[in-house]
């Protein structure tokens, strides 16, 4: 693991990965499309591990969420 947050495009199959994320949702209601992507976060959270790069995801998700 790295210290810092990679921010270039850094997964082997990106459209794949799209598509799975639209197939997690299909068929959910909206609680249910935000409950299961707050697990799926605290699960990606728990295996990055590192509390300053995800202090850092937290940020830029911040700035660009708007």
Do not use: W
């Not at 068929?27 to 605290?42: C, D, H, K």
């Amino acid at each position: 693991m790295t210290d810092t947050l990679i921010k270039h495009p850094n997964t082997p199959a990106p459209d794949d990965l799209y598509d799975e994320l639209i197939e997690l949702h299909r068929g959910l209601s909206p609680e249910e499309s935000q409950a299961v992507n707050a697990r799926l976060i605290l699960l990606l959270a728990n295996h990055i591990g590192d509390p300053q790069v995800l202090s850092e995801a937290i940020e830029l998700a911040k700035r660009t969420a708007k």
